[in-house]
C-alpha cells in the first residue's frame, strides 16, 4: 500500500469512474452551481493528437499518451494551486487516474510519478461514479468496450483505495440529485 503525505488542499475534490458514467455531465451542472471545475486533459490531448495525426492517442502509443495525460494532469494541478489554491475547486479525474491507466496498460510508472502522485494530493473523498449501461455511450474520444468501462470503474475505485483515499459512490441519479449529493458530503 503506498502511503499518502497530509493533504494541503483539502478544498480539492476529485469526481472520477470509468468511461460514460457521466462525469462530464455532472461537472458540467457543479460549474452552473458556480463551483470552480478543471475538466479532464485526456480528451484535449486525444483531440489534439488527432488533429495533428500525433501518436499520443491509445489506440496508437498507449506510453505516449500516457507520458502526456501524467504531465497535463500535474501541470494543470499546479496552474489551479497557483490560481485557485483556497477555493473549492472539482477535478473531473484526478493524477491517480493516470496512474491507474499506467497500471492497467502494464506501462512502467517511475518512482518520480508515484512521489509526484503522492505530493500532489486532493481531499481525502474522492466521488466516484459507477459504470450506467443506460446512460453509457461510445464516441470519437471514447472508444472503450462496455466491459472495459467495468473494468476500469474496479481499478480506479482500487487504485485510490491503494492511495489511501475515502472513495464515495455517487449514486445512479439525475444529475440534480447527483450534485445535491456531492455537496452534502463535502
Same mark, same amino acid.
Given at each position: 500500500?503506498?502511503?499518502?503525505?497530509? +493533504?494541503?488542499?483539502?478544498?480539492?475534490?476529485?469526481?472520477?469512474?470509468? /468511461?460514460?458514467?457521466?462525469?462530464?455531465?455532472?461537472? %458540467?451542472?457543479?460549474?452552473?452551481?458556480?463551483?470552480?471545475?478543471?475538466?479532464?486533459?485526456?480528451?484535449?490531448? @486525444?483531440?489534439?493528437?488527432?488533429?495533428?495525426?500525433?501518436?499520443?492517442? /491509445?489506440?496508437? +502509443?498507449?506510453?505516449?499518451?500516457?507520458?502526456?495525460?501524467?504531465?497535463?494532469?500535474?501541470?494543470?494541478?499546479?496552474?489551479?494551486?497557483?490560481?485557485?489554491?483556497?477555493?473549492?475547486?472539482?477535478?473531473?479525474?484526478?493524477?491517480?487516474?493516470? @496512474?491507474?491507466?499506467?497500471?492497467?496498460? %502494464? @506501462? /512502467?510508472?517511475?518512482?518520480?510519478?508515484?512521489?509526484?502522485?503522492?505530493? %500532489?494530493?486532493?481531499?481525502?473523498?474522492?466521488? @466516484?461514479?459507477? /459504470?450506467?449501461? !443506460?446512460?453509457?455511450?461510445?464516441?470519437?474520444?471514447?472508444?472503450?468496450?462496455?466491459?472495459?468501462?467495468?473494468?476500469?470503474?474496479?481499478?480506479?475505485?482500487?487504485?485510490?483505495?491503494?492511495?489511501?483515499? %475515502?472513495?464515495?459512490?455517487?449514486?445512479?441519479?439525475?444529475? !440534480?440529485?447527483?450534485?445535491?449529493?456531492?455537496?452534502? +458530503?463535502?
Amino acid at each position: 500500500m503506498k502511503c499518502q503525505k497530509k +493533504n494541503q488542499y483539502q478544498n480539492y475534490y476529485v469526481i472520477t469512474g470509468g /468511461p460514460g458514467v457521466g462525469k462530464t455531465t455532472l461537472l %458540467n451542472a457543479l460549474e452552473i452551481k458556480g463551483m470552480r471545475v478543471i475538466p479532464e486533459d485526456a480528451r484535449q490531448i @486525444i483531440k489534439e493528437q488527432m488533429q495533428t495525426n500525433g501518436e499520443g492517442v /491509445p489506440w496508437k +502509443n498507449k506510453t505516449l499518451y500516457a507520458e502526456l495525460m501524467f504531465d497535463a494532469s500535474l501541470s494543470t494541478y499546479r496552474k489551479v494551486v497557483r490560481e485557485v489554491y483556497d477555493k473549492t475547486v472539482f477535478f473531473d479525474r484526478g493524477l491517480l487516474d493516470v @496512474i491507474c491507466y499506467m497500471e492497467m496498460e %502494464n @506501462i /512502467p510508472i517511475s518512482e518520480e510519478q508515484n512521489s509526484q502522485a503522492e505530493a %500532489n494530493s486532493y481531499n481525502r473523498k474522492v466521488f @466516484i461514479l459507477p /459504470p450506467w449501461l !443506460d446512460i453509457y455511450e461510445t464516441d470519437n474520444e471514447r472508444k472503450q468496450t462496455w466491459k472495459e468501462a467495468v473494468y476500469t470503474f474496479d481499478k480506479m475505485k482500487q487504485t485510490y483505495l491503494d492511495f489511501d483515499y %475515502n472513495v464515495i459512490e455517487v449514486p445512479k441519479e439525475t444529475v !440534480d440529485k447527483r450534485c445535491e449529493f456531492i455537496l452534502d +458530503n463535502i
